[in-house]
């Protein structure tokens, strides 16, 4: 598959973001469920699920890793693979301090969980707008 400039990357590297997107904003959603519904069992599996996905973030790195040893990835394709999986990981990143905040100090109020959404410029709109 190729992406935006002529960029190309393997249909396994292609599974493996859509996969890490679509965890991703189960994740993110889950963040909303957690403040909507204050249920704390909710909480900790969404503080699981974010284990299993730096677990996977992780094992996706590896396999790039070998892809790039093999041949099968060009470094130009390389460099925004691991990038893209950077940033994923920082949205997680981001959903694990709001995890924490919510373990430590109780559920936090939609008010104050938009405004770190904001400060992390994670322009989400359908999440925002659904708290």
């Given at each position: 598959?190729?992406?935006?400039?002529?960029?190309?990357?393997?249909?396994?590297?292609?599974?493996?973001?859509?996969?890490?997107?679509?965890?991703?904003?189960?994740?993110?959603?889950?963040?909303?469920?957690?403040?909507?519904?204050?249920?704390?069992?909710?909480?900790?599996?969404?503080?699981?699920?974010?284990?299993?996905?730096?677990?996977?973030v992780?094992?996706?790195?590896?396999?790039?890793?070998?892809?790039?040893?093999?041949?099968?990835?060009?470094?130009?394709?390389?460099?925004?693979?691991?990038?893209?999986?950077?940033?994923?990981?920082?949205?997680?990143?981001?959903?694990?301090?709001?995890?924490?905040?919510?373990?430590?100090?109780?559920?936090?109020?939609?008010?104050?969980?938009?405004?770190?959404?904001?400060?992390?410029?994670?322009?989400?709109?359908w999440?925002?707008?659904?708290l």
């Open positions: 598959m190729v992406i935006r400039e002529g960029i190309p990357f393997t249909e396994r590297a292609v599974r493996e973001l859509s996969t890490l997107f679509a965890r991703a904003i189960e994740l993110l959603e889950c963040v909303r469920d957690v403040i909507l519904t204050q249920n704390r069992i909710l909480l900790h599996s969404m503080q699981r699920e974010g284990q299993h996905y730096e677990e996977l992780n094992e996706y790195a590896l396999f790039h890793q070998q892809r790039l040893i093999e041949g099968l990835c060009l470094p130009k394709a390389s460099s925004l693979f691991v990038a893209l999986l950077d940033y994923l990981q920082g949205i997680t990143g981001h959903i694990g301090q709001i995890a924490d905040k919510l373990s430590r100090v109780g559920i936090l109020t939609r008010k104050s969980v938009t405004r770190h959404f904001q400060r992390c410029h994670l322009h989400m709109p999440l925002v707008s659904s």
